[in-house]
């Protein structure tokens, strides 16, 4: 078969959801309404539990129910028993453990669960009422330290002798590293909209991926998935955080159930930071053992992280040291503490960038122990193949990350001595480090439509939360198909369409693309053959194999003349429409190590005589294989930057230790960085298509972007500063204490 014209990936296309963005048109999950069939909607707003750990004694709801407007108040006394069956979806993200149930029982397992709900006809009338609702417990002291609290059994990987190794090595290191709590902060807060129809549930909701909304939804009110369907159109940020379905999404349908009416439940700002996820805090100790030519013999990575008494959320914090490098003796252990807080998840770039920031971290110091260059040190640990599995790369050009940063960067204006550079009152550094991120995917599946107006429909379950989905599917369906982008409409959100992945983990590009590109090579392959086959047809008896198709024109590779259009063969044939499913499903296992990696390069200035640290400049290099659109990739990886500047300088959850009080839970005293705290950044992708990775070649992007950041800006304020910081965040106590 004829490879198709490639005229659509790799260009700088505009967003194409762009106009409904901008223009306020696009829906998001509160949006909806009259015009979705959304008629009598109610509101719905949570009373939070009030204490870190206890029992509720007693629930005083009489004056928030004789409130005018309040349809009901529900507690744990009034509201029914739910089956609570386990979600059997593959790929469900609910960590090990028990699941916090809604308004099931009188426990409360951390500050801020809700305890109850009220539902009234106004947002006014709830709120209000939901203020009247008196609660009282018998308290215990909550454990909310990870420091003094016992852990579970840990995790522990080891290859070769790693101890033994470290108290042999010419150069030792032995490192304490310390992350705080951070939490997502995505633009629009949680949301959802929960209508019953009989047995039948219909959800507007807030989340990455609908599949999963759906399957716990039915799971826990013990109806079959059929019954269940999530809608999702776009999402206005998540960071990994609208990745499963939290208590609130069951009190919402719960409440709808009990009222008889649409109930819409839209989660306050504060709210956002006690029941939907974050970060978790870490604690690492890492040793590093090295030759005096910087050949890094030893590895070992102690980690420790926070996490609920009720449920276990694990990350990949340890596997960066596993795999980054070649080193031959490796130890690394992950405990996980209980605590008497809610549930962490994933955020941008999970366990990756954590792990990312103690291994970078501690190789620049163990290059300014060597007296050598950070880059050179690198690369001269740099592996042939995957230190952990053995299995050769698909590609790795971290290598050309690294040199093409320092060229583009002016890295050799890089003074090694510390606290070498001044600009008038502020010290200035560069520091640089490295990201990696796997590639994976999974199955995911898309149909596609090609109407006789030659106007193209695909639709896939896929979520929308800032990546410009609906662009790059329609970039992938425009060359499959042979159109232009603007003839394709791409659909999502919605699990009435063919089955998609979570979006987050860098999955969506390279699984749901590859289902878009196989969709698309179908669909033409289908109109081809109707067109040889067709004695009406001018391609009549040609070889399928030698036909192409340019702005829906079929034509011979070696004579145009002979063609015609997508329009002419569908209406000479009386057909509405062709049509196909396309699926994608990666093998089992591959013969080959895949990874997406980063270069991340800092300048830094800090403020002598205040401590302020400033970003003054920042590029990232980054081999994420085929770009399908620069214009979008760009938007991914300063944003991902951004994030990155965000953890190592400003965001740090402060709790109140008494009773787990989120104390800084608003956007004026949790920090995140602004307009003005954001200087010069830059993104480069180095070139190369990983077709091992998967059929579309790309090797992911979302998650990597934020790798290496934090490490980067790190080693900058050393290097500016001759003071080695090594918690999260930095802060200007920290630089002149």
């Not at 709801?61 to 407007?69: D, E």
């Amino acid at each position: 078969m004829t490879l198709q014209p490639q005229r659509a990936v790799g260009t700088p296309q505009s967003r194409v959801d762009g106009p409904l963005k901008v223009t306020g048109r696009a829906k998001f999950a509160a949006d909806h309404g009259p015009g979705d069939g959304l008629t009598g909607v109610v509101h719905a707003v949570l009373v939070e539990g009030a204490v870190g750990r206890g029992r509720i004694t007693s629930i005083e709801t009489r004056a928030a129910a004789a409130t005018k407007g309040v349809l009901a108040v529900i507690d744990h006394r009034t509201a029914p028993r739910l089956p609570y069956r386990d979600n059997p979806f593959p790929g469900s993200i609910n960590p090990e453990g028990e699941r916090l149930r809604a308004l099931q029982d009188d426990q409360v397992r951390f500050f801020g669960q809700p305890v109850a709900v009220v539902v009234a006809t106004t947002l006014e009338a709830a709120r209000h009422a939901a203020r009247l609702v008196e609660v009282r417990y018998a308290t215990e002291q909550p454990v909310l330290e990870l420091g003094p609290a016992p852990g579970r059994e840990p995790e522990a990987y080891s290859r070769g002798d790693a101890d033994a190794a470290w108290q042999s090595a010419d150069v030792k290191l032995d490192l304490t590293y310390r992350l705080s709590r951070n939490h997502h902060n995505a633009m629009e807060p949680h949301a959802i909209i929960a209508r019953w129809d009989g047995d039948r549930l219909t959800v507007w909701d807030k989340t990455q991926w609908v599949a999963d909304s759906r399957n716990e939804l039915a799971a826990v009110f013990g109806i079959p998935e059929e019954s269940v369907r999530c809608i999702s159109p776009f999402v206005g940020g998540a960071f990994g955080n609208g990745g499963r379905t939290w208590v609130h999404s069951v009190v919402a349908a719960l409440a709808a159930r009990q009222v008889g009416r649409p109930v819409k439940l839209v989660l306050t700002r504060r709210q956002q930071y006690f029941g939907t996820g974050f970060r978790p805090a870490y604690e690492f100790r890492a040793r590093v053992g090295s030759d005096r030519t910087g050949r890094v013999s030893a590895m070992i990575h102690e980690a420790r992280g926070e996490s609920s008494r009720y449920e276990f959320h694990n990350e990949d914090v340890v596997t960066p040291a596993r795999v980054m490098y070649a080193t031959p003796h490796v130890r690394t252990s992950y405990q996980l503490v209980p605590l008497d807080i809610s549930t962490p998840t994933w955020m941008r770039g999970p366990g990756w960038g954590t792990g990312a920031h103690v291994v970078e971290t501690a190789m620049d110091e163990l290059a300014h122990e060597l007296r050598l260059d950070p880059i050179e040190l690198r690369l001269r640990n740099d592996p042939r193949s995957d230190p952990e599995t053995g299995k050769p790369y698909s590609t790795r050009r971290l290598r050309e990350c690294c040199t093409t940063g320092a060229r583009e960067f002016g890295w050799n204006r890089r003074k090694a001595a510390p606290r070498s550079t001044r600009d008038g009152d502020w010290l200035v550094g560069m520091g640089m480090a490295a990201g990696v991120y796997p590639t994976e995917s999974v199955f995911a599946s898309a149909h596609a439509r090609l109407d006789a107006d030659g106007t193209v429909v695909v639709q896939s379950a896929t979520s929308e939360i800032g990546p410009g989905t609906y662009t790059s599917m329609s970039q992938v369906a425009a060359d499959a198909l042979g159109v232009d982008v603007a003839s394709v409409r791409f659909l999502l959100g919605d699990t009435t369409m063919p089955t998609a992945p979570i979006q987050a983990v860098s999955w969506t590009m390279a699984s749901v693309g590859s289902a878009v590109q196989t969709a698309g090579d179908r669909l033409r392959r289908q109109a081809i053959t109707l067109a040889v086959h067709d004695p009406r047809s001018p391609l009549h008896g040609r070889d399928p194999g030698d036909i192409l198709v340019r702005s829906g024109r079929m034509q011979v590779r070696n004579d145009p003349t002979r063609a015609e259009t997508y329009q002419q063969l569908l209406r000479r044939n009386s057909r509405t429409h062709l049509e196909v499913i396309g699926t994608y499903e990666p093998p089992e296992e591959s013969a080959f190590s895949t990874y997406a990696y980063a270069a991340i390069f800092a300048e830094v200035g800090v403020d002598v005589r205040l401590g302020t640290v400033r970003v003054r400049r920042m590029l990232g290099v980054f081999d994420a294989g085929r770009i399908v659109n620069p214009k979008l990739a760009d938007s991914q990886a300063l944003g991902g930057m951004i994030g990155g500047i965000g953890q190592a300088l400003l965001e740090h959850t402060d709790t109140d230790p008494r009773d787990g009080r989120i104390v800084n839970a608003n956007f004026a005293d949790y920090l995140v960085p602004t307009n003005a705290d954001i200087p010069e950044i830059r993104a480069i992708y180095v070139d190369g298509v990983d077709t091992e990775a998967d059929p579309l070649g790309v090797k992911g992007l979302g998650e990597v972007v934020i790798c290496g950041v934090a490490p980067a800006v790190a080693n900058a304020v050393f290097n500016a500063t001759g003071t080695r910081v090594r918690e999260l965040p930095i802060t200007r106590e920290s630089l002149l204490g």
